[in-house]
């Protein structure tokens, strides 16, 4: 986020893209719900599932899974053909305003409409008159922008719209995306990631090779850019990965196109897992290292609104158990790693020296006041929002960009559009929400939830066990007859390994930053004849 | 901002303006007694507990009323004690307030009021009528409106907190009660169980079905951690027993939640006692799972890369990271594949 949660209160309304976040960030969600039906606050919703979010929203967009740039798209059309954009903020503060235009003028309201599935066009005008008013408007978004292969576009659509509207460097506005797991902010921090080392530094430059190699006391630091997840499956069907170390991740379950991921783990030399569990993907390891779960050690998260805080210890470790990090020192020093991190805290100050946005984080300030990165020295306070008075790179850029159509359409043979998400009642994979009792009670079982007119067209009853096919596979799941849903679209949970999700997902991926599209692709329904 | 400075039993304190007495008090450590102010929630003044007297007149609930330059706030005088015991004896005598069978005990805010004031049995009311019990309806909350005081915290959580009001009052006089939705058992209404009205009841009327059988609440023991779930963050007071068995988890203030938590974070945390935990490293031999040392499985685990690293180069070995780890160990993992195997083949699930 480039702004703060407790912001929420300071924002006159907000703008909701591809986020369900009541059941995906809930404390988030209940937030947002204060200030709009306690306080009066504005609300527009776009989302291809009438999400609880939907009821309470001034204006609300049931637009078809793929279109979000096309409506952000529209909403800056009228912005500016209605003149009413923030123009000082746009000519002191952005640059590239020219060219966007350009590009916008043929987003009219009735283009866009049409390319959403919006009845009224005239609602895409009312609601970007509302978003001019609105001083200032944040928006939220999550992977319901992210998961296509235009997921770097609708990024920047967002930032687009939030510059012409002069609503990111101020508090309560910004560019918001609600991070999905714990510390998936902190992992890419650390440079859990192809690319870059710690605080997005490149790898493919010299001098942070010497810095690093200098900091690390090796000398073998490679500046070529690695494997994205699907790139290192791929690669490993082809020949060119001979073994993977995985710490804490299922991708049998979360990763598109389910047969192609097990194929990928099959073709291996070597699979090591390390897990609080025996998962869907450690079955195909070799060798199984069991981890502590997040009660049984300390250590530093990050949260979505770049907060680093601390972990306690609460709970004494399970059978023989071990801290991840001790288990990655202990393989390291096996080859020859020359590490002698006693605890956590010594492997933190380790990162404070090589990644400026944490140089002055410790574990006291994480423990007991509000830290956000970037705090590059002890004294500094933190960063409570990006962009104050000037962007991180001098002046805003507008990009120009096109709509383009997901990946793969519907077609005579796969009718249907499939999304998919998550669930308030569970998590992820489900491998710690369908072992905890409550939750698993909610929710046992997973479904697919079917528009009343397609359930009637075939002739499916609420509860009855339908098959789901796409071009990757096929799944039976129990439908959910509800008009949540848009016709001729149908949404999948991907909690649930006897109904998995990810059997049909596609795993055709955005060119620029290789997400996976995981919120449309072409399926077929059929009901199951006894 | 203006700073406002009175006294409160002759000590001189300030404030600001907006403020109440009661908060001011409470900053300064004098403990005022209060049951339906809630710092997360709006301001009540119902239960009339906090009233201190001000400029050596007037009684007023504490709770709602503003700071004011120069006044004079005595927390505790005998006409007041008289009047608290009076209000704690009649909200006894309407209910049926046995400690031993409530789950509260021991941090009931009510039972620490009757013991503060030395409050002894009372009759029960005449108007009193027994109310409902829902301990079944809901595999996450419980309920017992015989132990409820109304001091209406749980339906301003409701409304203010999860938003999602669920909780209101019904009927009138000795017979007002509290209402689920229209009037539905908690397990059959639109409750989202994030359990934010039982977290803030002062009493036993609203409590967690997690709590039954893990030990008295003072054998409890307390330690704050940031949630495994999503990426808000939310700090939370875990409560385990004597035999480390999770008891509760509660919304801890000073975190981003502000005290709040979904039902993720309330009530997701039995996995890790799960008989489904692994606690022993495990080599697949013959394709079977055999529990190895550790001394075995990481000696194995080592040779086997550093085999394949000599053999096929180290871009032939790639390792996935977890957002579900620390910090500290997604930095160790980067720099153990960048580094020990020398390949920047290092991702993890940020796009998934």
Wanted: with cysteine.
């Amino acid at each position: 986020m480039t702004n703060s949660i407790r912001e929420i209160p300071q924002s006159a309304g907000f703008l909701i893209i591809g986020s369900n976040t009541t059941e995906n960030h809930p404390v988030i969600g209940s937030m947002i719900k204060n200030e709009v039906i306690n306080n009066g606050k504005k609300l527009i919703v776009v989302d291809p599932r009438r999400i609880e979010l939907s009821r309470y929203a001034d204006y609300y967009f049931q637009i078809k899974p793929g279109t979000n740039i096309a409506i952000l798209n529209g909403f800056m059309h009228v912005l500016i053909t209605e003149g009413i954009y923030d123009k000082e903020y746009v000519n002191t503060r952005c640059e590239g305003f020219e060219q966007m235009a350009k590009v916008l003028e043929k987003y009219t309201p009735e283009y866009v409409a049409d390319i959403c599935g919006i009845d009224n066009p005239q609602d895409i005008v009312a609601a970007a008159k509302l978003m001019a008013s609105l001083k200032p408007m944040a928006l939220y978004y999550s992977m319901g922008i992210t998961q296509f292969v235009s997921g770097v576009n609708g990024v920047k659509s967002t930032a687009n719209l939030q510059m012409l509207l002069g609503n990111v460097g101020v508090p309560g506005g910004g560019v918001n995306p609600l991070r999905g797991q714990n510390n998936v902010q902190g992992a890419c921090d650390m440079g859990a990631l192809p690319n870059v080392y710690t605080a997005y530094q490149p790898v493919s430059s010299e001098e942070n090779k010497a810095k690093f190699e200098a900091a690390w006391g090796v000398t073998n630091l490679s500046t070529k850019p690695g494997f994205t997840i699907l790139e290192m499956f791929n690669n490993a069907i082809a020949g060119n990965i001979k073994a993977i170390y995985a710490m804490g991740e299922n991708p049998v379950m979360s990763d598109p196109n389910q047969h192609h991921v097990i194929e990928a783990l099959k073709s291996l030399e070597f699979f090591v897992v390390q897990d609080i569990f025996l998962t869907e993907t450690a079955q195909f390891a070799h060798v199984v290292l069991p981890a502590r779960s997040f009660l049984e050690k300390e250590g530093t998260v990050t949260n979505t609104e770049r907060r680093v805080q601390l972990m306690h210890k609460v709970l004494p470790p399970v059978g023989e158990a071990k801290e991840d990090w001790w288990i990655v020192q202990e393989v390291a020093r096996r080859m020859g790693a020359t590490w002698d991190y006693k605890k956590a805290e010594d492997i933190f100050e380790e990162i404070r020296k090589v990644t400026p946005s944490y140089a002055g984080i410790t574990y006291e300030k994480a423990d007991n006041s509000i830290i956000q990165w970037p705090c590059p020295s002890y004294d500094h306070p933190g960063t409570q929002f990006l962009h104050k008075d000037k962007f991180s790179r001098g002046l805003g850029l507008f990009t120009p960009i096109e709509y383009t159509p997901p990946a793969e359409e519907t077609d005579f043979e796969y009718p249907m559009i499939l999304t998919t998400g998550r669930i308030l009642d569970h998590f992820h994979t489900g491998t710690m929400t369908r072992k905890s009792k409550v939750l698993d009670e909610n929710v046992h079982e997973g479904f697919i939830e079917i528009n009343p007119n397609d359930a009637h067209n075939y002739n499916i009853e609420n509860g009855e066990v339908i098959s789901v096919s796409t071009r990757r596979g096929s799944i039976r799941i129990k439908a959910m007859v509800t008009d949540k849903i848009k016709p001729n679209t149908v949404f999948i949970p991907f909690h649930f390994f006897e109904a998995c999700a990810n059997v049909l997902t596609n795993d055709a991926i955005d060119p620029a930053c290789k997400i996976p599209e995981y919120k449309v692709c072409a399926c077929r329904i059929e009901k199951i004849e006894a | 901002m203006d700073t406002i400075t009175f006294t409160i039993d002759n000590k001189k304190v300030q404030g600001e303006r907006g403020q109440t007495v009661l908060e001011v008090a409470l900053k300064n450590g004098i403990n005022i007694p209060y049951l339906c102010y809630h710092p997360r929630i709006s301001k009540t003044g119902a239960c009339r507990i906090c009233l201190v007297r001000i400029n050596g007149t007037m009684l007023k609930a504490s709770c709602v009323e503003p700071i004011v330059e120069g006044m004079n706030v005595v927390t505790e005088d005998e006409e007041i004690i008289k009047i608290r015991k009076f209000i704690l004896e009649l909200l006894l005598s309407d209910g049926d307030h046995n400690c031993l069978y409530c789950e509260a005990n021991g941090e009931c805010e009510f039972q620490a009021l009757i013991q503060r004031y030395n409050i002894q049995e009372v009759k029960p009311s005449p108007t009193r009528i027994p109310k409902k019990i829902d301990y079944e309806s809901s595999n996450a909350l419980r309920r017992n409106e015989n132990r409820c005081i109304l001091c209406g915290r749980c339906v301003k959580a409701c409304r203010e907190i999860q938003v999602s009001n669920v909780w209101s009052f019904a009927e009138r006089g000795s017979e007002t009660h509290l209402v689920a939705d229209d009037d539905k058992r908690i397990g059959e209404s639109s409750c989202v169980k994030c359990g934010t009205c039982a977290q803030l009841c002062p009493t036993g009327a609203l409590t967690f079905q997690t709590v039954i059988g893990r030990g008295a609440n003072w054998e409890l023991k307390r330690e704050t951690s940031i949630c495994i779930y999503c990426g808000v963050g939310c700090k939370i007071d875990f409560y385990k027993n004597k035999d480390n068995i999770l008891v509760k988890a509660i919304g801890n203030y000073t975190g981003p939640n502000n005290g709040h938590l979904c039902v993720k974070g309330r009530f997701g945390f039995d996995f890790v006692h799960s008989e489904k935990r692994l606690k022993k490293p495990l080599i697949k031999k013959n394709g079977v799972f055999e529990e190895a040392e550790w001394d075995e499985a990481l000696d194995l685990v080592a040779k086997k890369l550093t085999e394949i690293k000599e053999k096929y180069g180290p871009d032939s070995i790639a390792g996935l990271s977890s957002a579900k780890c620390t910090n500290e160990e997604n930095y160790l993992m980067q720099k153990f594949i960048r580094s020990i195997i020398g390949t920047n083949n290092i991702d993890h699930c940020a796009r998934l």
